[in-house]
């Protein structure tokens, strides 16, 4: 039976539906945005004390003086508050386990802590060039060209960002206009949107076919011809991301030649294929690289994080391999916004590329999360929701239409005032499972445009690259509520 082990609680959650956009005056590079928006505060760093202190001007009459907040930045504008920093500060409140936001809950492993310190030791503490630490794009240079067949020029071939959500923004500021488009695949991580909306670039939604009753993310697969549909004259770039985020789908050979097939219709159509997950690849799944099909490589940019490959999300270390033609825009975009990255964990991490390969790290890291993966799998299984098993990434979703909201539950405010009862679902359940059951998750529904967000009412994300004993923990939380 069902019981409620936390006192339910209204919580106001200014969620804005973003998907608008910008008039075409407001260009990126045409007015001055500070960085540190485009990035969010991790809550976890935070005591709930010194957030209840802080207050964010969202109007002139909140500023101390008669000053308009920019249209895309104030929370009615086209920035919606970051879901993730709100449902881990709901943990924080609550002290609910967090298997809401990718954010491992253990240490690196020590060789990489070693590279930081030895780094740090050795005097790197000022600027360095832009697009990269030398450390760091020799070491991404060399480490890649393998896999991408070819050799790599570190200096006119890679660069650098302060976080791969950098690369994201500066990849999209570089090649797209106001008015443009952007072709995304369904449901998405939500930075593609943030990042298109501070330049006036519209996304345009291809919803990834999710099987009713599906239990593997093998399942999940994309219609070529409605990827076709989606593709316009005003389309400048199409974002790809495997191993997917939130799915845990791992694209096969011949689906990425189905969607390689589509890109060669439209000469002018670029490629941004987010891989940071590429080292999370598990039951024997292979990843393919995007770039390496016909006719790709000179279309396509390539992302990568140091933070997921090495579990420091904290360090905010991107970097991404590309054409000399699209590599360039991208320096010039990073001298004009931070310059570089930290150089210290930038050479941090250009010394333990080379140390993971030696010492086997990727395979023995990959072997953890997938040991992980099933204890959370099992454990949702167990305690009657029906997760879909992920092939890849740190992310599993769940079908939670098993779930009972009670009847007293009161949705969430999106005025902050009165409750909304047609909010979705996902968010719901995701308050929840958060206040009552001390469980924290993300909803479904923010990877979604507008007009698909009816599809992800059911679906809740968990993040497996979490400790051992977190997963464990929410497990017989989620036992002792639902069981």
């Known amino acids: 039976m069902m019981q ?20 075409k005056q407001s260009h990126f590079f045409a007015r001055t945005i500070s ?17 209840k202190k802080r207050s964010v001007a969202t109007n002139a009459d909140d500023l101390p ?16 508050p970051n879901i993730f920093a709100h449902f881990s500060q ?22 990489i802590v070693d590279a930081a310190a030895e780094s740090l030791h050795a005097g790197h503490h000022q600027y360095h060039r832009p697009g990269g630490h030398p450390i760091l794009i020799n070491a991404v240079a060399k480490h890649y060209s393998a896999s991408f067949g070819r050799d790599i020029d570190p200096l006119t071939e890679v660069t650098a960002f302060n976080g791969a959500q950098h690369g994201i923004a500066l990849s999209i500021a570089s090649l797209c206009n106001p008015g443009d488009e952007i072709v995304v695949i369904e449901p998405y991580f939500d930075a593609y949107r943030k990042a298109a909306n501070l330049v006036g670039a519209t996304i345009r939604g291809v919803p990834m076919r999710i099987p009713a009753g599906i239990h593997s993310a093998h399942d999940c697969s994309i219609d070529p011809d409605a990827l076709e549909r989606a593709i316009t004259p005003r389309t400048k770039l199409l974002l790809l991301n495997s191993p997917h985020n939130p799915t845990g789908k791992v694209f096969t050979l011949s689906e990425l030649q189905e969607i390689a097939d589509v890109v060669r219709k439209f000469p002018n159509l670029a490629v941004l294929s987010d891989e940071v997950y590429e080292s999370s690849v ?30 420091v999300t904290g360090w905010r270390i991107g970097y991404m391999i590309g054409p000399s033609p699209l590599i360039a825009p991208l320096l010039r975009a990073v001298q004009s916004t931070t310059f570089c990255c930290p150089a210290p964990l930038e050479v941090a991490v250009g010394l333990a590329i080379p140390r993971a390969a030696d010492e086997g790290y990727f ?20 305690v009657g929701l029906t997760p879909v098993t992920p092939h890849g990434g740190w992310f599993c979703i769940a079908d939670t239409s098993s779930l009972p909201l009670p009847a007293h539950h009161e949705a969430i405010s999106t005025s902050g005032t009165t409750p909304d009862p047609v909010l979705s679902r996902d968010i719901q359940a995701a308050t929840w499972l958060t206040q009552e059951v001390g469980v924290a998750t993300i909803p479904l529904s923010p990877f979604y445009t507008e007009e ?32």
């Open 363 to 382: 395979q023995e890291q990959c072997q953890s999360l997938q040991d992980r993966r099933d204890l959370l799998v099992d454990g949702l299984t167990d």
């Open 65 to 80: 003086f008669q000053l308009k907040l920019s249209r895309t930045i104030r929370s009615d504008g086209l920035l919606a």
């Open 35 to 51: 960085m540190t928006s485009m990035t969010s505060m991790n809550p976890l760093a935070q005591s709930e004390q010194v957030n």
């Open 4 to 23: 409620s082990i936390r006192k339910p609680s209204m919580i106001s959650l200014h969620l804005v539906r973003a998907n608008h956009a910008i008039p």
């Open 90 to 111: 709901l943990a924080l409140q609550y002290n609910a386990v967090n298997l809401g936001q990718g954010c491992p809950s253990e240490n690196p492993a020590q060789f």
């Open 452 to 483: 698909n967000k009816h599809l992800a009412d059911k679906f809740l994300r968990f993040s497996f690259c979490k400790s051992e004993g977190d997963i464990e923990r929410a497990i017989v939380l989620l036992k002792r509520a639902l069981k």
């Open 282 to 311: 598990f039951d024997g799944h292979t990843h393919h690289r995007f770039c390496r099909l016909d006719g790709m490589e000179s279309r396509t940019l390539t992302l990568f994080s140091a933070g997921k490959s090495f579990s």
